[in-house]
């Protein structure tokens, strides 16, 4: 029962151009969505979060839009660096703090 | 201010045997959470503490334990290892009960 989907195991874009990352999740009971970066050989880091009575948050080069009705939710990343080559994972929340993972996406920005 | 560490960051057991891994919190965090991942596929859910009471857990079975201590540093605990418990085993803490979570580098364990 796959709660959260990551549908693009990968994705490859030009350095400065804008990264966009997509997760579709399926419990409307989830109260708070995140994502995280991780690195080979790293843990997970976070980096920015939306309340589910939110449609956008942004934190500089970073925007999470969320679309409810859609149970959908976006990471965009503007302009992309070779920094930000990762894997990203989508997480939503449950009660209890229990986070719910997608399976991530590869992103690679060329430069 | 230390982040999350966790040890060992490799472990080779065997099936059958038991094994501890450890977790040392962020500094002032009360929360700590153990997930489970596999090759390719994203943290699952193991069990959460708060303030050395478990909290929440997920579809494990009950061979996986855990312990969170007085100064809210934390094990967990695997006995009767099995082929497909080969996973990279995270930890991750948080300020309290609710807030962000943050996540250590995690220990990668082969099972043979």
């Known amino acids: 029962d796959q709660q959260v989907k990551q549908n693009s195991p990968s994705l490859s874009v030009q350095e400065g151009r804008i990264s966009i990352l997509n997760c579709d999740y399926t419990?409307?009971?989830?109260?708070?969505f995140l994502w995280y970066k991780k690195y080979p050989a790293e843990g997970p880091t976070f980096l920015i979060s939306?309340?589910?009575?939110?449609d956008k948050n942004e934190d500089g080069r970073f925007t999470v839009f969320l679309n409810k009705s859609a149970k959908h939710l976006s990471l965009h990343i503007v302009p992309s660096q070779p920094g930000d080559s990762a894997v990203y994972f989508c997480?939503?929340?449950?009660?209890?703090?229990?986070?719910?993972f997608g399976a991530g996406t590869i992103l690679r920005v060329k430069s | 201010e230390t982040g999350v560490t966790q040890s060992p960051t490799h472990l080779i057991k065997t099936r059958g045997q038991q094994v501890t891994l450890r977790c040392s919190s962020q500094?002032?965090?009360?929360?700590v959470s153990w997930y489970q991942q596999a090759l390719g596929q994203g943290p699952q859910f193991i069990f959460q503490?708060?303030?050395?009471?478990?909290?929440g857990r997920g579809n494990f079975p009950p061979r996986f334990s855990g312990l969170q201590f007085p100064n809210y540093s934390s094990e967990l605990n695997v006995n009767a290892l099995e082929l497909d418990d080969s996973a990279l085993y995270l930890c991750?803490?948080?300020?309290?009960?609710?807030?962000?979570?943050?996540f250590g580098p995690g220990t990668r364990l082969t099972v043979l």
């Open positions: 991750a803490s948080s300020p309290d009960w609710g807030d962000t979570q943050y």
């Open positions: 419990n409307s009971m989830f109260d708070y």
């Open positions: 939306i309340s589910s009575i939110k």
């Open positions: 997480a939503a929340r449950t009660y209890g703090n229990k986070l719910v």
């Open positions: 500094s002032g965090h009360n929360t």
């Open positions: 503490y708060y303030r050395e009471e478990e909290n």
